[in-house]
T-cell receptor
Framework: GQNIDQPTEMTATEGAIVQINCTYQTSGFNGLFWYQQHAGEAPTFLSYNVLDGLEEKGRFSSFLSRSKGYSYLLLKELQMKDSASYLCAVCDSNYQLLWGAGTKLIIKP | ETGVTQTPRHLVMGMTNKKSLKCEQHLGHNAMYWYKQSAKKPLELMFVYNFKEQTENNSVPSRFSPECPNSSHLFLHLHTLQPEDSALYLC?????????????FGPGTRLTVT
């Protein structure tokens, strides 16, 4: 079957760096998305990776290894406002988007 | 006007009621989606409309009935729901339904079935 795995919850300190991992097993691959969702709000797009490697966007970076079925989202210089859930989603060979359950990130002062 | 709007934001309904959720996108997109979000579970895709045609129905019970009159509007008609249908219902849109474009989400409707 197909599945997307992410840790349920992570805790980090303000100003630090945190890496949120996502592993996937899907029938084919047409890209991986990361979304951020603050409590009580809609998910918002962070990144899209379709080729291997690291893509950097300000304090956030996303990495993909297609051979390992693995991605991570790296958040640097953490701020309190980064407390949110981070959702990993993979587009499979049928161009269907499969979602992970999300990682709740708690930032402590 | 914000990109994707949803009404109502909160809805409480009894199991015998009929209600509708509305979604509107102002982004010129051609695909629209309904998702169900329950606590600690992955987003569940319910329906996809691409260029006003329904292209996906993920075994959703018939008590949920979608309607897409045009590319900008999407409705979810609800009738004889069950308490386990209580969840956050999210609408989203994207450039098309190919799955490779980012999706823009509305704020959601928090539904409680009593």
């Amino acid at each position: 079957g197909q599945n997307i795995d992410q840790p349920t919850e992570m805790t980090a300190t303000e100003g630090a760096i945190v890496q949120i991992n996502c592993t996937y097993q899907t029938s084919g691959f047409n890209g991986l998305f990361w979304y951020q969702q603050h409590a009580g709000e809609a998910p918002t797009f962070l990144s899209y990776n379709v080729l291997d490697g690291l893509e950097e966007k300000g304090r956030f970076s996303s990495f993909l290894s297609r051979s390992k079925g693995y991605s991570y989202l790296l958040l640097k210089e953490l701020q309190m406002k980064d407390s949110a859930s981070y959702l990993c989603a993979v587009c499979d060979s049928n161009y269907q988007l499969l979602w992970g359950a999300g990682t709740k990130l708690i930032i402590k002062p | 006007e914000t990109g994707v709007t949803q009404t109502p934001r909160h809805l409480v309904m009894g199991m015998t009621n009929k209600k509708s959720l509305k979604c509107e996108q102002h982004l010129g997109h051609n695909a629209m989606y309904w998702y169900k979000q329950s606590a600690k579970k992955p987003l569940e895709l319910m329906f996809v409309y691409n260029f006003k045609e329904q292209t996906e129905n993920n075994s959703v019970p018939s008590r949920f009935s979608p309607e897409c009159p045009n590319s900008s509007h999407l409705f979810l008609h609800l009738h004889t729901l069950q308490p386990e249908d209580s969840a956050l219902y999210l609408c989203a849109s994207s450039q098309d339904g190919s799955g490779v474009y980012e999706q823009y989400f509305g704020p959601g409707t928090r539904l409680t079935v009593t």
